[in-house]
C-alpha cells in the first residue's frame, strides 16, 4: 500500500491546523479583550467553521480529493447522507441558538384561545363572548391546548413541537428529492441548503404554526408523489391534505395548486382518481367545516378578512422573490427541457401565491412566513438541477458544482446577521414593553376589565383582561366593516393602548391609532399612564384611572 504524497499530507495537516485556531479562538476572543465568556455571534460562527475545517482535514489525512466534504456528501453509501444530517444538524443548532431569544406576539393569540379552550370556556377570544376565529392554526391551537391542560408552558410546548417539525422536514426534504427523481448523491444538498435558510429556524422558536405547515406541506408533495396515477386509494393524501386544511387558512390554494400539474391532460384516469381522492378527503374536511360553520358561523377565519387588502403585499412578495430568485431562475430554465412534476408543481403553487398574497396584508408575514410552505418543496428540486448539470459517475469536473453549491449556502444565509439583530431587538422590546404593561395590568385590573389594544400577544394573554382588538384579528366587527373609533369608544374600554413613533409627541403608527388618539385626548376620564418603548415605536397608555405601580 503506497504512502499519500507528502504534498497532501501537508494539505490535510494545514486545514486541521486551521481549524484548531478557529476553535481556539471561539474560546479566546472575549478574554482577550477583557470581557465574561459569552458565545456570541463570532464565537459560535468560529466554532462551526472549526468544526467543518477539522472534518475537511481529517478527511482529506485518510485520503479524499479536496474539498473532501463534498466529495464525501456526494458518494454513494451511507457517508454522504449521515455526513448531511450531521452539518444540517449541527447548522440548525447553529441558528436555534441565535434566535433563541425570539418568540413572535403573535404566538400568544393563539396560546389565548388555547387556554381558554383548556380551561373550559371554548375556542374563544373572550370567555362569555360569541366565539370568534382570530387564531389561523386550528392544529396547532389543540396541540397547545393539550400542554395547558397538562400545566405545561405553552411557549416552551409550541417550541417543542416545532422543532420536531423542523428534524422531520430535514428528513422529508431528501425523501421529496428522492422521490422525485434525484439521484442518492444530489438528494443530500437540499438537507444542507433547508438548514442553511434562516427563516426556517427563526419560525421554529416564534411559538406559531410556520414549521408545521413547512412539515405537512413536504408530507403532502410527498404523497402525491406515491399516490398520483396509482389505482389504490390516494389515502396519504387525502389524510394530509386534511391536516394541511386544519393548519392553516391560506392552505387550500397550496392544496389545490398542487393538484394541478397532476390533472393535466384531464383524462378519464385523473379524473377518477380525483374523485377517489376527494371522496377520501371529504368525511374529515366536512367534519371540520361544519364544526366551523356552527361554531362560529362562517367558514373563512376573522384573520382572513382583517389581513385582506388589494395590493398590500407587494413588500411580502418581493422580499421572496428577492431572496428566492437564483431557485425560481433555474426552476424555469428546466421548462424548455421537460421539467420534472415536482418542479412543475412547485412553479404552479409559487405563481397562485404571489397572486393571493399580493392582496395580503404584511403583518407578521416577514422573513418570507407564508411562502416557507412552498420554498422546502422548491429546495428539493436543486438535486434535480444537479443531476442535470453533473450527472453521478460521469467524467468531468465536480468541484464547479462544489463551489456553486457553497455560494448557494452563503447566499442563504446573508440574511442571518439582519435577522438576528430583528430578533433580538424584538425579544428585547416585547419584554421591556408589553411583558411590563401586561404585567402592571394585571396588578390594577380584574378580567371582567376591557383592554383595547393592536399588540393582542403578549398584552391580553399575561393580563387576562378582556380585549378589543383594533387591527380586528379578534373582533368580527372591524375585520368586516373596517375600524371605526366611535364603536371603540362606545365599548369604554378601561385601557388603552396605542402605537406612536415618536415618544415625546403622538405620531401615530397605524391609521386607528391616528384616528383614535384625538378623542381619548379630548375625553376628561382617560388619562395618559405611561410611554413604554418597544422596537420601532413606542406604547402610549391611557387608562380610566391612576395605573398603581406605573
Same mark, same amino acid.
Given at each position: 500500500?503506497?504512502?499519500?504524497?507528502?504534498?497532501?499530507?501537508?494539505?490535510?495537516f494545514?486545514?486541521?491546523a486551521?481549524?484548531?485556531?478557529?476553535?481556539?479562538?471561539?474560546?479566546?476572543?472575549?478574554?482577550?479583550?477583557?470581557? #465574561?465568556?459569552?458565545?456570541?455571534?463570532?464565537q459560535?460562527?468560529?466554532v462551526?467553521?472549526?468544526?467543518?475545517a477539522?472534518?475537511?482535514g481529517?478527511?482529506?489525512?485518510?485520503?479524499?480529493?479536496?474539498?473532501?466534504?463534498?466529495?464525501?456528501?456526494?458518494s454513494?453509501?451511507?457517508?454522504?447522507?449521515?455526513?448531511?444530517?450531521a *452539518?444540517?444538524?449541527?447548522?440548525?443548532?447553529?441558528?436555534?441558538?441565535f434566535?433563541?431569544?425570539?418568540?413572535?406576539?403573535?404566538?400568544?393569540?393563539t396560546?389565548?384561545y388555547?387556554?381558554?379552550?383548556?380551561?373550559?370556556?371554548g375556542?374563544?377570544w373572550? @370567555?362569555?363572548e360569541?366565539? *370568534?376565529e382570530?387564531?389561523?392554526?386550528?392544529?396547532?391551537?389543540?396541540?397547545?391546548?393539550?400542554?395547558?391542560?397538562?400545566?405545561?408552558n @405553552?411557549?416552551?410546548?409550541a417550541?417543542?413541537?416545532?422543532i420536531?417539525?423542523?428534524?422531520?422536514s430535514?428528513?422529508?426534504v431528501?425523501? /421529496?428529492?428522492?422521490?422525485?427523481?434525484?439521484?442518492?448523491?444530489?438528494?443530500n444538498l @437540499?438537507?444542507?441548503?433547508?438548514?442553511?435558510?434562516?427563516?426556517f429556524a427563526?419560525?421554529?422558536?416564534?411559538?406559531?404554526?410556520?414549521?408545521s405547515?413547512?412539515?405537512?406541506?413536504?408530507?403532502?408533495f410527498?404523497?402525491?408523489?406515491?399516490d398520483?396515477?396509482? +389505482?389504490?386509494m390516494?389515502?396519504?393524501?387525502?389524510?394530509?391534505?386534511?391536516?394541511?386544511?386544519?393548519?392553516?387558512?391560506d392552505a387550500?390554494a397550496?392544496?389545490?395548486?398542487?393538484?394541478?400539474?397532476?390533472?393535466?391532460?384531464?383524462?378519464r384516469?385523473?379524473?377518477?382518481?380525483?374523485?377517489?381522492?376527494?371522496?377520501?378527503?371529504l368525511?374529515?374536511?366536512?367534519?371540520?367545516?361544519?364544526?366551523?360553520?356552527?361554531?362560529f358561523?362562517?367558514l373563512?377565519?376573522?384573520t382572513?378578512?382583517?389581513?385582506?387588502? #388589494?395590493?398590500?403585499?407587494?413588500?411580502? *412578495?418581493?422580499?421572496?422573490?428577492l431572496?428566492?430568485?437564483?431557485?425560481?431562475?433555474?426552476?424555469?430554465?428546466?421548462l424548455?427541457?421537460?421539467?420534472?412534476?415536482?418542479?412543475?408543481?412547485?412553479?404552479? *403553487?409559487v405563481?397562485?401565491?404571489t397572486?393571493?398574497?399580493?392582496?395580503?396584508?404584511?403583518?407578521?408575514?416577514?422573513?418570507?412566513?407564508?411562502?416557507l410552505?412552498?420554498?422546502?418543496?422548491?429546495?428539493? +428540486?436543486?438535486?434535480?438541477?444537479?443531476?442535470?448539470?453533473?450527472?453521478?459517475?460521469q467524467?468531468?469536473?465536480?468541484r464547479?458544482?462544489?463551489?456553486?453549491?457553497?455560494m +448557494?449556502v452563503?447566499?442563504?444565509?446573508?440574511? /442571518?446577521p439582519?435577522?438576528i439583530?430583528?430578533?433580538n431587538?424584538?425579544?428585547?422590546?416585547?419584554?421591556r414593553?408589553?411583558?411590563?404593561?401586561a404585567? /402592571?395590568?394585571?396588578?390594577?385590573?380584574?378580567?371582567?376589565?376591557?383592554?383595547?389594544?393592536?399588540?393582542c400577544g403578549?398584552?391580553?394573554?399575561?393580563?387576562?383582561?378582556?380585549?378589543?382588538?383594533?387591527?380586528?384579528?379578534?373582533?368580527?366587527t372591524?375585520a368586516e366593516?373596517?375600524?371605526d373609533?366611535?364603536?371603540?369608544?362606545?365599548?369604554?374600554?378601561?385601557?388603552?393602548i396605542?402605537?406612536?413613533?415618536?415618544?415625546?409627541?403622538?405620531?401615530?403608527?397605524?391609521?386607528?391609532?391616528?384616528?383614535?388618539?384625538p378623542?381619548?385626548?379630548?375625553? #376628561?376620564?382617560?388619562?395618559?399612564?405611561?410611554?413604554?418603548?418597544?422596537?420601532?415605536?413606542?406604547?402610549?397608555?391611557?387608562?380610566?384611572?391612576?395605573?398603581?405601580?406605573?
Open positions: 500500500m503506497s504512502e499519500r504524497p507528502p504534498r497532501a499530507a501537508g494539505g490535510a494545514l486545514v486541521l486551521g481549524g484548531a485556531f478557529l476553535l481556539l479562538a471561539a474560546l479566546l476572543l472575549d478574554p482577550l479583550r477583557g470581557r #465574561p465568556l459569552d458565545f456570541g455571534f463570532m459560535t460562527l468560529f462551526f467553521l472549526g468544526l467543518l477539522v472534518a475537511e481529517a478527511l482529506l489525512a485518510r485520503g479524499r480529493p479536496f474539498p473532501a466534504l463534498w466529495f464525501t456528501l456526494t454513494e453509501g451511507a457517508a454522504g447522507e449521515a455526513l448531511a444530517y *452539518v444540517a444538524f449541527a447548522l440548525g443548532g447553529l441558528l436555534f441558538y434566535f433563541k431569544a425570539y418568540a413572535a406576539d403573535d404566538a400568544f393569540i396560546f389565548r388555547a387556554r381558554n379552550l383548556a380551561n373550559g370556556a375556542v374563544t373572550n @370567555p362569555g360569541p366565539p *370568534v382570530g387564531y389561523s392554526n386550528f392544529l396547532w391551537m389543540l396541540v397547545t391546548a393539550a400542554g395547558l391542560r397538562l400545566h405545561l @405553552p411557549l416552551t410546548v417550541r417543542t413541537a416545532a420536531l417539525c423542523y428534524a422531520g430535514l428528513v422529508l431528501r425523501a /421529496l428529492a428522492r422521490r422525485a427523481g434525484a439521484s442518492p448523491q444530489h438528494a @437540499p438537507v444542507i441548503l433547508f438548514a442553511a435558510v434562516p427563516a427563526y419560525w421554529t422558536v416564534s411559538g406559531l404554526e410556520t414549521i405547515v413547512v412539515f405537512l406541506s413536504l408530507l403532502y410527498l404523497a402525491l408523489m406515491r398520483a396515477g396509482a +389505482t389504490a390516494p389515502w396519504r393524501s387525502a389524510l394530509v391534505a386534511d391536516l394541511l386544511l386544519m393548519s392553516r387558512p387550500p397550496l392544496i389545490g395548486l398542487a393538484l394541478l400539474p397532476l390533472l393535466w391532460p384531464f383524462t384516469e385523473r379524473r377518477a382518481w380525483l374523485v377517489r381522492l376527494t371522496l377520501l378527503a368525511p374529515i374536511a366536512a367534519l371540520y367545516l361544519g364544526w366551523k360553520w356552527v361554531t358561523h362562517r373563512l377565519a376573522n382572513v378578512a382583517a389581513k385582506f387588502q #388589494p395590493m398590500a403585499g407587494f413588500t411580502l *412578495v418581493s422580499g421572496f422573490f431572496f428566492a430568485f437564483p431557485l425560481l431562475v433555474a426552476l424555469v430554465g428546466t424548455p427541457r421537460g421539467a420534472r412534476l415536482l418542479e412543475r408543481q412547485v412553479l404552479v *403553487v405563481l397562485g401565491l397572486v393571493a398574497l399580493l392582496n395580503a396584508r404584511a403583518h407578521v408575514g416577514h422573513y418570507y412566513r407564508f411562502f410552505p412552498i420554498l422546502a418543496p422548491m429546495l428539493a +428540486t436543486v438535486a434535480l438541477a444537479m443531476d442535470r448539470w453533473n450527472t453521478p459517475g467524467p468531468g469536473p465536480r464547479l458544482p462544489a463551489l456553486v453549491f457553497l +448557494t452563503l447566499y442563504t444565509l446573508g440574511p /442571518l439582519q435577522m439583530d430583528y430578533a431587538r424584538e425579544a428585547e422590546g416585547l419584554a414593553a408589553h411583558l411590563r404593561i404585567v /402592571l395590568l394585571r396588578q390594577n385590573f380584574t378580567s371582567d376589565r376591557l383592554l383595547a389594544a393592536s399588540d403578549v398584552l391580553p394573554y399575561v393580563s387576562g383582561m378582556r380585549t378589543l382588538d383594533l387591527w380586528g384579528l379578534n373582533d368580527r372591524i366593516r373596517g375600524f373609533p366611535a364603536y371603540v369608544m362606545r365599548a369604554r374600554p378601561d385601557v388603552v396605542l402605537h406612536s413613533l415618536h415618544p415625546d409627541r403622538y405620531a401615530g403608527r397605524e391609521p386607528y391609532d391616528r384616528e383614535l388618539q378623542l381619548l385626548a379630548a375625553d #376628561p376620564s382617560y388619562q395618559l399612564a405611561g410611554k413604554w418603548e418597544f422596537f420601532g415605536y413606542w406604547l402610549w397608555v391611557y387608562s380610566r384611572k391612576p395605573l398603581v405601580g406605573a
